[in-house]
């Protein structure tokens, strides 16, 4: 028994060892969702929660439910929105899935062990046993695990990157419905005032007062407004679907929202250095500079490891058949005769070329983005400031005026339904205008990372 138990006690302490060295590291993808919350925190206007189907659920659902029964703001659909789209949540786990890896990477490969018992020539069995470890796994098991926390980071990022698009286009698509909501109740006014021009047109030609000509005109443009109703009420009844997609709510459902849109904020928004903030504070930016940072392990474990990949290191013992142990090491390792690992090598290089060179081509892309949408937004706001204080005004004054003369038999009432139809067109213009601002802004918001946006006034939204 002594020299069995001689064998035995290193055998089972070389495994211990082994256990002990790869530790007992297991997934927590709730730790890592927590950790993703505090990244995004104040990037997004309401904090994120996963749902993993468990009793809490019933809670947000009445919460949803709640915020659905009023009328829908730009902060309650993106708070809808992150509770109830099911792709968004369906995103997190990858996150989980991430951080796996990382737990696997800094495991060992399991040891082989090996038996082998056959009859001997003399009087006994042979006995053979084998503990077998990949020992270059072990000397790769650091790199290996920078390499995967270095993704892992990527993934984070890229998640948050799309966390803030997903807020920018939700809001967008909120700004968009109500605007199309205040066009379409423009486009009914209108449809009314040519209806009118046409009953009117329809009076006077039965008494033989205008021209089939002119008559037939009136009846056209009264079809032809009517004509624009039906195209905004389905211009109207796409952005609700769309909208509804990113609420994960039906489009047929009861929830509304407003019937116009806020004006123009007085305060205007900081553009100086938003380009360089846009650089700095974008999650995707980040994630490149991440999925840089995993190549360059990769390359370095290439060059570090090219000539060998494997190594195994084992531990072997024969008990002979008068009962005798033999106990001895072995090595294995491969002999880097036909492949040094110079392929693996030039390929991690030009990996690490080509994401330097599509890092610095979205740096530019990102600024572009910027530069873009900030004009739009400051286009849009002109555009509405100059509708709303000098064209809207004079088109009002147009119809007061028209319509005094018109109580004095001085202008035709076809005449004045033609500048109330005036009015019309461009308050519809000032509402595109407006519609267009908030839009640009909220993708503005997303263009340059997601925090809020600073004015001129010191003041951020």
Same mark, same amino acid.
């Given at each position: 028994?002594?020299?069995?138990?001689?064998?035995?006690?290193?055998?089972?302490?070389?495994?211990?060892?082994?256990?002990?060295?790869?530790?007992?590291?297991?997934?927590?993808?709730?730790?890592?969702?927590?950790?993703?919350?505090q990244l995004v925190e104040g990037r997004v206007p309401e904090p994120v929660v996963w749902r993993t189907g468990g009793p809490e659920d019933a809670a947000v659902d009445q919460r949803i439910k709640e915020m659905l029964a009023a009328p829908l703001t730009a902060d309650s659909v993106v708070q809808i929105?992150?509770?109830?789209? $099911?792709?968004?949540?369906?995103?997190?786990?990858?996150?989980?899935?991430?951080?796996?890896?990382?737990?696997?990477?800094?495991?060992?490969?399991n040891p082989v062990f090996e038996i082998m018992v056959r009859p001997s020539t003399e009087e006994g069995t042979n006995i053979e046993l084998g503990l077998m470890q990949n020992f270059v796994d072990l000397l790769m098991r650091p790199v290996r695990q920078k390499i995967a926390e270095a993704e892992y980071e990527a993934v984070r990022l890229e998640m948050a990157a799309h966390l803030v698009d997903f807020?920018?286009?939700?809001?967008?698509?909120?700004?968009?419905?109500?605007?199309?909501?205040?066009?379409?109740?423009?486009?009914?006014?209108?449809?009314?005032?040519?209806?009118?021009?046409?009953?009117?047109?329809?009076?006077?030609?039965?008494?033989?007062?205008?021209?089939?000509?002119?008559?037939?005109?009136?009846?056209?443009?009264?079809?032809?407004? $009517?004509?624009?109703?039906?195209?905004?009420?389905?211009?109207? $009844?796409?952005?609700?679907?769309?909208?509804s997609l990113l609420l994960g709510v039906s489009p047929v459902g009861e929830w509304t929202v407003p019937s116009r849109l806020a004006p123009i904020p007085e305060a205007t928004v900081r553009l100086a250095g938003l380009e360089? $903030?846009?650089?700095?504070?974008?999650?995707?930016?980040?994630?490149?500079?991440?999925?840089?940072?995993a190549a360059l392990e990769e390359l370095g474990f290439e060059k570090d490891f090219r000539l060998f990949e494997e190594g195994d290191l084992s531990v072997s013992a024969e008990r002979e058949p008068d009962g005798?142990?033999?106990?001895?090491?072995?090595?294995?390792?491969?002999?880097?005769?036909?492949?040094?690992?110079?392929?693996?090598?030039?390929?991690?290089?030009?990996?690490?070329?080509a994401m330097r060179d599509r890092l610095l081509a979205e740096e530019r892309a990102v600024r572009s983005d910027v530069i873009m949408t900030s004009d739009a937004m400051t286009l849009a706001r002109t555009r509405a400031l100059h509708i709303s204080k000098t064209l809207l005004p004079l088109r009002e004054d147009i119809v007061r005026l028209t319509l005094a003369e018109y109580n004095y038999m001085?202008?035709?009432?076809?005449?004045?339904?033609?500048?109330?139809?005036?009015?019309?067109?461009t308050y519809w213009r000032y509402v595109e205008a407006l519609t267009d601002y908030w839009v640009a802004r909220a993708k503005l918001r997303a263009a340059t990372g997601g925090?809020?946006?600073e004015t001129e006034s010191g003041d951020a939204s």
């Amino acid at each position: 028994m002594a020299p069995a138990q001689h064998f035995l006690r290193p055998f089972c302490i070389s495994v211990a060892g082994l256990v002990l060295l790869a530790g007992c590291a297991t997934p927590d993808p709730d730790s890592a969702f927590r950790d993703f919350g505090q990244l995004v925190e104040g990037r997004v206007p309401e904090p994120v929660v996963w749902r993993t189907g468990g009793p809490e659920d019933a809670a947000v659902d009445q919460r949803i439910k709640e915020m659905l029964a009023a009328p829908l703001t730009a902060d309650s659909v993106v708070q809808i929105a992150l509770l109830n789209n $099911r792709e968004l949540q369906a995103r997190y786990a990858d996150l989980g899935i991430a951080q796996a890896d990382v737990v696997q990477a800094g495991l060992l490969q399991n040891p082989v062990f090996e038996i082998m018992v056959r009859p001997s020539t003399e009087e006994g069995t042979n006995i053979e046993l084998g503990l077998m470890q990949n020992f270059v796994d072990l000397l790769m098991r650091p790199v290996r695990q920078k390499i995967a926390e270095a993704e892992y980071e990527a993934v984070r990022l890229e998640m948050a990157a799309h966390l803030v698009d997903f807020v920018g286009d939700v809001q967008a698509s909120y700004y968009d419905h109500v605007g199309a909501k205040a066009e379409h109740a423009v486009a009914m006014e209108m449809a009314v005032t040519g209806e009118d021009a046409a009953d009117l047109s329809t009076a006077f030609h039965t008494a033989g007062n205008i021209s089939d000509l002119e008559h037939a005109g009136h009846l056209a443009e009264a079809a032809d407004v $009517r004509a624009e109703l039906y195209e905004v009420e389905e211009t109207m $009844r796409e952005s609700r679907i769309e909208l509804s997609l990113l609420l994960g709510v039906s489009p047929v459902g009861e929830w509304t929202v407003p019937s116009r849109l806020a004006p123009i904020p007085e305060a205007t928004v900081r553009l100086a250095g938003l380009e360089d $903030r846009a650089v700095r504070q974008r999650f995707d930016l980040a994630a490149h500079r991440a999925e840089l940072n995993a190549a360059l392990e990769e390359l370095g474990f290439e060059k570090d490891f090219r000539l060998f990949e494997e190594g195994d290191l084992s531990v072997s013992a024969e008990r002979e058949p008068d009962g005798a142990w033999l106990i001895g090491p072995a090595l294995e390792i491969p002999l880097p005769i036909f492949d040094q690992g110079q392929a693996r090598v030039t390929s991690a290089t030009l990996a690490v070329r080509a994401m330097r060179d599509r890092l610095l081509a979205e740096e530019r892309a990102v600024r572009s983005d910027v530069i873009m949408t900030s004009d739009a937004m400051t286009l849009a706001r002109t555009r509405a400031l100059h509708i709303s204080k000098t064209l809207l005004p004079l088109r009002e004054d147009i119809v007061r005026l028209t319509l005094a003369e018109y109580n004095y038999m001085l202008e035709s009432p076809f005449h004045l339904l033609e500048t109330q139809q005036d009015a019309n067109e461009t308050y519809w213009r000032y509402v595109e205008a407006l519609t267009d601002y908030w839009v640009a802004r909220a993708k503005l918001r997303a263009a340059t990372g997601g925090n809020p946006l600073e004015t001129e006034s010191g003041d951020a939204s």
